[in-house]
């Protein structure tokens, strides 16, 4: 069985597909955005310019919450360069700015999962050199490129990207009233043992692909030749597999709580017990165990980060625009990328941002925050699927749509 997600015969996007954003419901990028929201107040005055500063400037195309005002003054001064940020929530909007010439307009990039591959494909980014980002060799074992493969060309085996931070679609459950083995499954979601006291997410995109890895694992066609000759990718689903799915997914909704809008929402319905589980960011889970280790909540909660089926994943990546050629800027590109995932900043994110981080911080942190921040769990990565677009967004949204009305 060949190995999923991050690998080298991992989910890719095909040439033929038109990216899509994530669909309806709470946007990870906007809790990413909530937990920063005081970093981000901080950066606005001092530090956030527009894309079209002074020429001495470096232009980025970022997500706000990874912006730390003191780590960007320091750069600033050593470097003697003014820098200057323009904020996207999506990647499909991201990706439309680099399409219309944002080449031009931006020096750095970010992205995530699959993402990068299609950027450099078209062009819009370019090749970057390890050897001048001395951090990476602080990345853990599976974000490097030997075993990493979603950042590194194919045809010439260059990099094009370095991985930034990381998270998952795992499930967070309350471990007095759901057993381990129970919550090691995507199953636990649809067991009826559980009625009434569970709850997923409003996302139709990340509902459907947990759910469709479940339905392929019951029909035995998850391991078996796909119609388009890839490993399996569910966001790739076969139309006998939807069924499957819209089948699955109307019998789970006599049995939830509710659907979830935010993580504030989900945080009171597993504390209060009326959740027993629910599948999230781990954002929750950590809100959790830090209330908790102050004594606030006596109840113990855990996290599978990926279900024996396998589970949906993210990582974020820094990338270099394609109209940064040789030279002093391509230098300072790289630069910045190596400040920005250095184990001092890498902890300051991972603070700031409520995220996982590919760089190793085990050093930096204490043993209560490695366990938090999943530091020693990076190895359960081999086993997700990318978060990816749907191949068929109509027929998702049809799927979606009937079991609403069911």
Same mark, same amino acid.
């Given at each position: 069985?060949?190995?999923?997600?991050?690998?080298?015969?991992?989910?890719?996007?095909?040439?033929?597909?038109?990216?899509?954003?994530?669909?309806?419901?709470?946007?990870?990028?906007?809790?990413?955005?909530?937990?920063?929201?005081?970093?981000?107040?901080?950066?606005?005055?001092?530090?956030?310019?527009?894309?079209?500063? #002074? !020429? =001495?400037?470096?232009?980025?195309?970022?997500?706000?919450?990874?912006?730390?005002?003191?780590?960007? %003054?320091? /750069? @600033? *001064?050593?470097?003697?360069?003014?820098?200057?940020?323009?904020?996207?929530?999506?990647?499909?909007?991201?990706?439309?700015?680099?399409?219309?010439?944002?080449?031009?307009?931006?020096?750095?990039?970010?992205?995530?999962?699959?993402?990068?591959?299609?950027?450099?494909?078209?062009?819009?980014?370019?090749?970057?050199?390890?050897?001048?980002?001395?951090?990476?060799?602080?990345?853990?074992?599976?974000?490097?490129?030997?075993?990493?493969?979603?950042?590194?060309?194919?045809?010439?085996?260059?990099?094009?990207?370095?991985?930034?931070?990381?998270?998952?679609?795992?499930?967070?459950?309350?471990?007095?009233?759901?057993?381990?083995?129970? #919550? !090691? =499954?995507?199953?636990?979601?649809?067991?009826?043992?559980?009625?009434?006291?569970?709850?997923?997410? %409003?996302? /139709? @995109? *990340?509902?459907?692909?947990?759910?469709?890895?479940?339905?392929?694992?019951?029909?035995?066609?998850?391991?078996?030749?796909?119609?388009?000759?890839?490993?399996?990718?569910?966001?790739?689903?076969?139309?006998?597999?939807?069924?499957?799915?819209?089948?699955?997914?109307?019998?789970?909704?006599?049995?939830?709580?509710t659907r979830y809008q935010d993580n504030a929402t989900l945080a009171q319905l597993l504390e209060s017990g009326a959740v027993v589980a629910a599948p999230e960011f781990a954002q929750v889970y950590r809100q959790l165990l830090n209330k908790q280790a102050k004594g606030e909540i006596d109840t113990t909660f855990a996290h599978t980060l990926v279900p024996k089926e396998g589970g949906l994943g993210w990582v974020d990546t820094w990338l270099v625009s394609s109209g940064v050629a040789d030279g002093a800027k391509f230098d300072v590109c790289q630069s910045f990328i190596d400040t920005m995932t250095s184990k001092e900043t890498m902890k300051k994110i991972a603070m700031a941002s409520g995220c996982s981080t590919t760089i190793d911080i085990r050093s930096l942190s204490t043993p209560e925050e490695q366990k938090l921040y999943l530091m020693?769990?990076?190895?359960?990565?081999?086993?997700?699927?990318?978060?990816?677009?749907?191949?068929?967004?109509?027929?998702?949204?049809?799927?979606?749509?009937?079991?609403?009305?069911?």
């Open positions: 069985m060949k190995p999923h997600g991050f690998n080298p015969a991992g989910n890719r996007l095909s040439a033929t597909q038109a990216p899509r954003g994530p669909g309806g419901g709470v946007n990870r990028r906007q809790m990413l955005k909530t937990l920063a929201a005081g970093t981000a107040m901080a950066v606005a005055a001092p530090y956030i310019r527009p894309a079209s500063a #002074a !020429a =001495s400037s470096l232009r980025a195309l970022m997500w706000e919450g990874y912006l730390l005002p003191e780590v960007i %003054a320091a /750069f @600033e *001064e050593k470097h003697k360069v003014t820098f200057a940020p323009t904020f996207f929530d999506g990647n499909s909007e991201a990706y439309n700015k680099l399409r219309v010439g944002g080449t031009k307009d931006f020096d750095l990039v970010q992205a995530d999962g699959f993402w990068p591959s299609l950027y450099f494909r078209e062009k819009l980014i370019r090749t970057v050199d390890y050897a001048k980002i001395p951090s990476t060799q602080e990345l853990f074992p599976v974000f490097k490129p030997d075993q990493y493969k979603l950042l590194t060309d194919d045809a010439t085996g260059v990099q094009f990207g370095v991985p930034f931070c990381w998270g998952s679609y795992g499930i967070t459950y309350n471990t007095a009233q759901m057993p381990a083995e129970k #919550a !090691a =499954s995507i199953e636990c979601l649809f067991d009826p043992a559980f009625g009434g006291k569970l709850s997923t997410s %409003a996302r /139709f @995109e *990340e509902n459907i692909a947990l759910t469709g890895i479940l339905v392929a694992t019951r029909m035995g066609t998850k391991d078996k030749p796909r119609p388009d000759g890839k490993s399996f990718n569910p966001y790739v689903l076969t139309d006998e597999e939807l069924d499957g799915v819209e089948k699955l997914l109307i019998e789970q909704k006599k049995l939830l709580l020693d769990r990076t190895g359960e990565l081999a086993s997700m699927y990318m978060f990816d677009q749907p191949s068929s967004t109509e027929k998702w949204e049809r799927v979606w749509s009937r079991m609403q009305a069911a």
